[in-house]
């Protein structure tokens, strides 16, 4: 394990569904992320979260909804989605957002296979 | 602004030969540069990085990179791939002090027996 765990690892959803990701870091990190790999596309950057506050918001529709309630502890909540939105959601945490040497490198989780139907 | 091009989606290669994955970059400042591996259903794990201080690069699992100033290039290379080393690569660059990483499309390796 790589110290990022995310649950669950398959994710099957009708439109109308309502789910949750979840993402758990055990590295003392205090920035956490969420990415979408979509197959042919480099990977996009959704949301940024430093100490629990939402940094960055990469333009990501509103059926995304992020939450970070502690430093340990990210999701991502998903309403009404779309088929295009199937993809593998990858969580990734740093110790710090920008500054210092160890800013920008990622652990990242073995990632979320989400299916909408 | 900052761009990230790795000039070949696909590589193979016989297992014990060379491995080259190329990546040219752009950046506005100085930049990091880092390259991520992906193994099917895993996450991407860390291989190297570069943050100015010595140009060639060591990393894990006997892979290095080179970072060329000249030549926009952060290529990285292993003497003699593995069969474990089959694999998506992603070549990444930051400008340094910035939350912001931008990933190339990916380099897929194919490692023969």
């Known amino acids: 394990e790589t110290g990022v765990t995310q649950t669950p690892r398959h994710l099957v959803m009708g439109m109308t569904n309502k789910k949750s990701l979840k993402c758990e870091q055990h590295?003392?990190?205090?920035?956490m992320y969420w990415y979408k790999q979509s197959a042919k596309k480099p990977l996009e950057l959704m949301f940024v979260y430093s100490l629990e506050e939402r940094v960055e918001n990469n333009s990501v529709p509103s059926r995304f909804s992020p939450e970070c309630p502690n430093s340990s502890h990210l999701f991502l909540h998903l309403h009404t989605l779309q088929p295009e939105d199937s993809a593998l959601y990858l969580c990734?945490?740093?110790?710090?957002?920008?500054?210092?040497?160890?800013?920008?490198?990622?652990?990242f989780g073995a990632g979320s296979r989400l299916t909408v139907l | 602004a900052q761009s990230v091009t790795q000039l070949d989606s696909h590589v193979s290669v016989s297992e014990g030969t060379p491995v080259l994955l190329r990546c040219n970059y752009s950046s506005s400042y100085s930049p990091s540069l880092f390259w991520y591996v992906q193994h099917p259903n895993k996450g991407l794990q860390l291989l190297l990085k570069y943050t100015s201080a010595a140009t060639l690069v060591k990393g894990i699992n006997g892979f290095e990179a080179e970072f060329k100033k000249s030549e926009t290039s952060f290529h990285l290379t292993k003497p003699s791939a593995h069969m474990s080393d089959a694999a998506e690569y992603f070549c990444v660059v930051s400008d340094r002090g910035s939350n912001k990483l931008t990933f190339g499309g990916g380099t897929r390796v194919l490692v023969k027996p």
């Open positions: 990734a945490s740093s110790q710090a957002v920008a500054g210092g040497p160890q800013a920008n490198v990622l652990t």
């Open positions: 590295l003392g990190h205090n920035a």
